[in-house]
């Protein structure tokens, strides 16, 4: 009796300790949620006063807040395929915006982040808006939600249009949730997680909002103060750009709503575009939190770059300047428990490194000319310093280099800027010219890229050859053959 129950308790320990190794193999889940044009007016980034953004703020405390997170370009197609397929734009040549017909060259050069995980056992699930362009390409994906579009109606008298495109309007809406496509995604996401997977799975969610137009319920803009200042603006802060620079700026659509003294309403509709933003992912990340999946699930949240609002004089992106470059990122492992509130990493550091940080966490392979090192040993200690400082791309030729302290911009021309961020947050005082400050750029000069892949011309969109500056061009003018093709196109 005694050798039986001797037998009993060896044969019990024996499948406990299987089970122990079988959990620590298992593959855990990743949801990838993905914000467009997403700046750091948030409450954890701290980048306006009147931001209202609970849930983010809430998850930022649980996991890692990094505070000084930036893009590999600041514009939705580059920096989104610098991400997604792991490649620094001056290693790709992939620097202004393509039509959406480029993806299926990408795809047969790289291989995209959704794609290494479905050839390699996950099951691959996507909403709104991950790549740019509606991509729906099979050998990423194993299912991909279509939305169902409505049409918009809006409190009488409120906000501001304008012209006729209902791309520049900044108006609440009085649609029930449910019909806004933003809550659509989020829905597809909850109804994954709330379903049993035999396998691993990658949830991606893409948040569209605060993308323009800047529309969302009326309820997120009542929330707000009437009047929406910012307290950064400078009159004449482009008096020591260099002229690159200053052709960067939308000079026009920054007087234009000056004029019309629309930036209030503008500023208020972005704001409130943020907080419908935050509730949806809220919605997704309680639904998370509630499911059988939240002790093996990693949860990763970015935006694709930020956003101008009258800073620089300018409206939008596509510029080097903090506002442009700055954006919300955040990993929280559901796998780790007792974690401690309030991590934050304050290093700088770029997206481009998420490709190889989820191929970590997964166990993954991936090609030699994925750029970028893994977050994983800065998400485990907060001390650890990576090896490179952050490098964002607008245009061949065009680069800013972002360390935790200072901002160096070098254009394709010989112009130049640095910001020292100890004690010029807003970037207001260009030092590059200063004598004290020679040694510092020179350092930050050192790690501009070495080579520079010539820009990938085929399927240019018309916006990106008719729209781009000649710096997109290193000061040449746009090639004839990808005018053509462009022409072709639209």
């Known amino acids: 009796m005694m050798m039986k129950n001797i037998y009993k308790i060896i044969l019990g320990l024996f499948f406990v300790a299987i089970q122990t190794l079988n959990a620590q193999e298992k593959q855990p889940n990743i949801l990838f949620i993905a914000i467009d044009d997403m700046n750091d007016w948030t409450g954890f980034l701290g980048g306006h006063p009147d931001a209202k953004t609970p849930n983010l703020d809430k998850i930022a405390d649980m996991g890692i807040n990094f505070t000084n997170a930036h893009v590999p370009a600041p514009g939705c197609s580059p920096s989104r395929n610098a991400i997604l397929y ?13 039509d959406h ?23 691959t699930f996507g909403a709104g808006k991950i790549h740019h362009g509606n991509l729906k390409d099979p050998r990423e994906w194993t299912e991909y939600h279509d939305p169902k579009a409505i049409k918009k109606e809006f409190r009488p008298g409120e906000g501001y249009i304008k012209g006729k495109d209902a791309k520049y309007s ?23 997680l709330q379903q049993k997977h035999d396998k691993p799975f990658f949830l991606a969610v893409g948040i569209v909002k605060p993308h323009l137009p800047f529309d969302a319920p009326a309820r997120f803009f009542d929330q707000l103060p009437k009047n929406i200042t910012i307290d950064n603006y400078k009159k004449d802060d482009l008096n020591d750009i260099p002229q690159a620079g200053k052709k960067l700026v939308k000079q026009g659509e920054f007087n234009r709503y000056k004029q019309d003294k629309a930036w209030a309403d ?30 093996n699930t990693i949860v990763i949240i970015w935006s694709d770059h930020g956003f101008h609002l009258g800073e620089k004089n300018t409206f939008k992106k596509f510029t080097l300047w903090e506002e442009a470059t700055r954006v919300p990122f955040i990993i929280y492992d559901g796998r780790v428990k007792n974690q401690p509130k309030g991590r934050k990493y304050s290093e700088a ?54 360390t935790k302290d200072y901002r160096y911009i070098r254009y394709f021309n010989g112009g130049e800027e640095l910001y020292n961020h100890k004690n010029d947050i807003n970037e207001h005082t260009n030092l590059a010219n200063n004598a004290q ?54």
């Open 101 to 123: 017909g480029i993806h299926k060259q990408l795809m047969n050069t790289y291989t995209s982040l959704p794609r290494l995980l479905k050839e390699n056992g996950y099951q």
């Open 266 to 295: 503008i500023r208020k509709a972005y704001l409130a575009s943020i907080s419908w933003a935050d509730y949806n992912i809220g919605r997704v990340l309680k639904a998370l939190e509630k499911s059988e999946h939240a002790d």
């Open 349 to 402: 550091v770029s997206l481009i490194n998420l490709y190889k940080t989820i191929a970590e966490y997964t166990n993954l392979d991936i090609a030699d000319y994925v750029d970028g090192e893994s977050l994983i040993p800065v998400v485990k200690n907060q001390t650890t310093k990576l090896k490179k400082p952050v490098i964002t791309s607008w245009g061949r030729g065009n680069y800013s280099i972002r």
């Open 170 to 192: 900044f108006r609440p809406t009085l649609n029930p949730d449910k019909e806004h496509k933003d809550h659509q995604f989020a829905s597809f996401g909850i109804e994954k």
């Open 86 to 98: 792991g490649i620094e734009p001056f290693n790709s040549g992939l620097y202004p915006f393509y």
């Open 437 to 490: 400050h020679q040694k510092i750029k020179n350092k930050l000069k050192s790690h501009l890229p070495k080579n520079e892949k010539p820009m990938v011309s085929d399927f240019l969109s018309k916006w990106s050859v008719e729209g781009a500056d000649k710096a997109k061009y290193k000061g040449k003018s746009v090639p004839k053959k990808a005018k053509k093709k462009a022409k072709k196109k639209n």
